[in-house]
């Protein structure tokens, strides 16, 4: 199959079926160790250090990825090359909707021993796998930047975009969940989280969905600066 075009890989997200969604009981995420590649000369890490949440799918999980290649992985290499001293734990469940991020939000956060600095979440790609309404998603988000944002804890938000062939309305209405969200809670947005990579086949593993460990190189170099400037200032 082939695809080169933003709408493409959207649609092929709608034809394969991720992994199943969380249990009623989700495990605690744990954070995962982080392999900086080998070639890598970071600069000296400085001040305190900055927990980072990740909190998605598949596409923060590493899905078909070896270890320290995931996104949360890549982007803890990025931006301590940068000089930022940040921890980034990798809360992504393969499979997850919306309504399964919401169900598991309080959950993941009353696990983690340091309030995190900052979360990212991404969420979606797979409320358009089963066709579930923009609104039951925008609902779900709504409860899970309502979450954090008692909880004080400032937001990254990574954007989808729906396939044309959902329909003009429901693609008007699904994309324009996010930028609304972003604004009603002040938070940080990338409008499309694959955007480096929806146009390049050769960076998207042969399921047309996933990117390769390059692919999330190129993810991370897009989106590093948007994570950077959502840090709230150290103390």
């Known amino acids: 199959m082939r695809f080169?075009?933003?709408s493409v890989i959207l649609s092929a997200i709608m034809a394969l079926a991720l992994s199943a969604c969380g249990s009623d009981a989700p495990p605690?995420?744990?954070p995962r160790e982080n392999v900086a590649d080998e070639n890598t000369d970071p600069r000296p890490v400085m001040g305190e250090e900055r927990v980072i949440l990740a909190f998605?799918?598949?596409l923060f999980a590493g899905y078909g990825l070896k270890k320290g290649e995931s996104y949360p992985a890549k982007l803890e290499t990025a931006l301590?090359?940068?000089?930022?001293n940040a921890r980034i734990i990798n809360a992504g469940v393969s499979g997850d909707t919306t309504a399964a991020g919401l169900q598991r939000i309080k959950f993941v956060l009353d696990s983690q021993p340091d309030k995190p600095?900052?979360?990212l979440v991404e969420l979606g790609g797979n409320d358009l796998l089963r066709g579930l309404s923009p609104a039951e998603a925008r609902a779900n988000l709504d409860g899970i930047m309502e979450e954090l944002q008692r909880r004080k804890i400032p937001v990254l938000?990574?954007?989808?975009?729906?396939?044309?062939n959902l329909g003009e309305a429901y693609q008007r209405e699904f994309d324009g969940l996010y930028p609304y969200l972003a604004e009603q809670y002040d938070a940080g947005l990338v409008p499309f989280f694959l955007e480096a990579v929806a146009d390049k086949p050769e960076l998207i593993q042969q399921d047309h969905v996933h990117p390769t460990a390059?692919?999330?190189e190129e993810i991370v170099g897009a989106t590093a600066d948007d994570v950077i400037a959502a840090l709230p200032p150290e103390d």
Not at 80 to 84: H, N, Q, T, V
């Open 4 to 6: 080169g075009t933003v």
């Open 28 to 30: 605690s995420p744990q």
């Open 56 to 58: 998605g799918d598949s």
């Open 80 to 84: 301590r090359a940068k000089g930022i």
């Open 117 to 119: 600095d900052l979360a």
């Open 157 to 164: 938000l990574m954007g989808m975009r729906a396939p044309a």
């Open 214 to 216: 390059r692919g999330v």
